[in-house]
């Protein structure tokens, strides 16, 4: 099946959270997307093409699982995930690249978006789905080393120079989408994970990023600071958007529930999606201090 074929006749959105570099925060982004949209009473199907590391699957799990032992009834997505071949052949990739066609097309008459999470390396299907995208966001981590995906560093002048490998990956992605049915996805990185306190480093990669932005045609968007809470809510699958109670979180709220939440809400407006937040649940009044 070809990519045409993939998106014929097809309603859905598809979002596609990618970075061929690990641990920047992928999973917990398409997690907080899918759970917003669903409580916007959209219809969402979730996909994990990680087949190796497997984290979105698991938070999705992770929610399941929690909902029945406290016996709430979640927002829990639509959700499918991709096994990952070591050493794969022409052959493998052939057959995965029908199957996740075949799969994209299935969930696009059914739901109202798809949410695909993508491996933290470079591979067949995630370069396939970053092709399908209609929004590609690509959280990166407040550093250089995430910064290097994107754009080669001066040493000197500490300045960018060049495009970098997976950059130029989304483009050639895009220029595809382009060239099947006149779409550009719409292009938003995510600087995730951002320290509380400036920093010199902090100062320079939103410089560096600003002038990526104007050569590459993404929108730069600030995203998630580096709180442990969003690290606590995989464990039980649960969100920011969750209801602020005792029973959903196991444990008595804090500020820090309801912090991570106005993060999440100035994330989603600043992606377009601020609409979602209507059917939040409403965080109770009494917080313990953080």
């Known amino acids: 099946m070809s990519l045409d074929v993939a998106t014929q006749g097809a309603s859905a959105s598809v979002i596609v959270v990618g970075n061929e570099k690990g641990g ?7 997690m907080h997307l899918a759970i917003a949209l669903m409580k916007a009473d959209q219809r969402v199907a979730t996909v994990d093409l990680d087949g190796r590391q497997r984290t979105f699957t698991h938070y999705v799990e992770n ?3 929690w909902a029945q032992q406290i016996g709430r009834d979640l927002e829990i997505p639509n959700h499918h995930y991709f096994n990952e071949k070591m050493n794969s052949t ?13 799969t994209v097309g299935k969930l696009s008459r059914s739901s109202n978006f798809i949410l695909i999470d993508t491996p933290g390396h470079d591979s067949h299907l995630g370069r396939l789905a970053h092709a399908l995208a209609d929004v590609l966001i690509t959280p990166l981590n407040d550093s250089f080393v995430d910064l290097d995906v994107l754009g080669i560093i001066n040493p000197h002048t500490m300045t960018v120079t060049g495009t970098s490998h997976y950059s130029q990956m989304v483009q050639e992605a895009r220029d595809q989408r382009r060239l099947r049915d006149g779409v550009t996805a719409d292009w938003i990185v995510l600087r995730n994970r951002l320290s509380m306190l400036g920093s010199r480093n902090s100062r320079c990669v939103a410089e560096g990023l600003q002038q990526l932005s104007t050569q590459l045609n ?7 600071a580096e709180r442990v809470i969003f690290r606590e809510f995989f464990a039980r699958g649960l969100t920011a958007l969750d209801s602020l109670d005792d029973v959903t ?3 008595r709220p804090t500020m820090s529930h309801l912090t991570a939440r106005l993060e999440i809400a100035n994330l989603l407006n600043a992606i377009g999606l601020g609409h979602t937040l ?12 953080a």
């Open 90 to 102: 022409a052959e493998d990739d052939a057959a995965d690249e029908r199957a996740l066609f075949e």
């Open 278 to 289: 209507k059917n939040a649940d409403q965080p109770v009044s009494k917080l313990d201090a």
């Open 63 to 65: 929610r399941h699982d």
């Open 24 to 30: 920047s925060g992928k999973s917990t982004v398409a």
């Open 218 to 224: 993404y929108r730069c968007i600030e995203g998630l």
């Open 249 to 251: 979180f196991g444990t």
